[in-house]
């Protein structure tokens, strides 16, 4: 299997701080400007997986650019260049504590409480009569508070304000700002083939300024179906095939993990890594339409400080 970026180490020029994500490691350097690895490392119920995923970073680098690229126009965001597959720069932001989640499909999280019984999702009522994998009549913003460490934390946008978590005016551009990338998102996910079932998105304050952060539509941030088939899948009952991280979720939760208490991670075979590896590669090629161009993995980390290195003397 190839090598894959499962911790990173690096001194770039004017450096002052480093933080390890679950997936990316986020270098700030003097002049306010971010230097973003994304490594191959997977998470699921907040927990690192034990092995990381050959070309994963490079994926989710490569398409959160084109989304970001593709949503200037909607909302200003913090990239600058990508000198690197595997590695975004741009601006530092203060990050507003609060991921805005939105759903176009009862999926995933959402699918799982509403078994549970409950019609209520974030201070959003859900209609009665739904069955997993249904459309929405309107897509639904159920916001997360952001955590330090372990889980984030559903929240209504009525606890937000009231506990002026966010200030009213930046909370509602943020929902504007929400509502409109996902139309964009759903459109060119639609040109593909294409349903963009659920995101989210993270947004920082620069200058005083709303700007969009982070990631955006890609297969750890978001979760995409096939639109072909979608509809008599739904009358039969059967599963949607779709392109996301929820099949890594739904093995671990085959395996008795969902990050509680007493639950042990299980092992996962080199199979089941080379298995994410494709879907990621296959949600690259299905959503660019372009050919995946795997980057030379012989020394990592010595083309990441090269790369960087070269970019940042150009700035």
């Avoid at 939105?102 to 959003?124: D, F, P, T």
């Avoid at 996962?268 to 994410?276: A, G, H, L, R």
Wanted: proline share 5%; net charge negative.
């Amino acid at each position: 299997m190839s090598n894959a970026i499962i911790k990173t180490d690096f001194e770039f020029p004017s450096q002052t701080n480093v933080y390890k994500g679950k997936v990316r490691d986020v270098y700030t350097l003097g002049n306010g400007i971010l230097v973003m690895v994304a490594s191959d490392r997977i998470s699921a119920f907040d927990h690192i997986l034990p092995k990381g995923i050959p070309h994963k970073g490079q994926v989710l680098n490569q398409v959160a650019t084109l989304f970001l690229d593709a949503t200037r126009d909607i909302v200003p965001n913090w990239l600058i260049g990508t000198p690197d597959p595997s590695v975004a720069i741009g601006y530092a932001c203060e990050p507003v504590r609060v991921e805005m989640v939105i759903r176009g499909y009862l999926a995933g999280h959402s699918a799982r409480e509403y078994k549970l019984g409950k019609r209520m999702l974030c201070g959003v009522a859900l209609p009665e009569g739904m069955k997993e994998n249904d459309k929405f009549p309107e897509p639904i913003i159920t916001p997360a508070s952001k955590a330090e460490e372990g889980h984030d934390e559903d929240i209504s946008r009525e606890d937000i304000l009231a506990n002026d978590i966010v200030p009213e005016a930046i909370y509602l551009l943020m929902e504007k700002y929400t509502r409109a990338l996902f139309q964009r998102g759903t459109e060119m996910a639609a040109e593909r083939g294409l349903i963009l079932v659920d995101t989210k998105y993270e947004f920082g304050i620069r200058n005083g300024e709303v700007i969009l952060i982070d990631e955006i539509h890609t297969p750890d941030s978001s979760r995409f179906f096939y639109a072909d088939g979608y509809q008599e899948r739904q009358d039969k009952n059967e599963p949607q095939k779709q392109l996301s991280k929820e099949f890594v979720r739904q093995w671990l939760i085959e395996n008795d993990f969902q990050g509680l208490d007493g639950q042990t991670m299980p092992v996962m075979p080199d199979e089941f890594v080379q298995t994410v590896t494709d879907r990621y590669i296959e949600l690259y090629e299905v959503i660019t339409g372009k050919k995946f161009q795997s980057a030379d993995t012989s020394n990592i980390e010595e083309r990441i400080q090269h790369n960087v290195e070269a970019f940042l003397k150009t700035m």
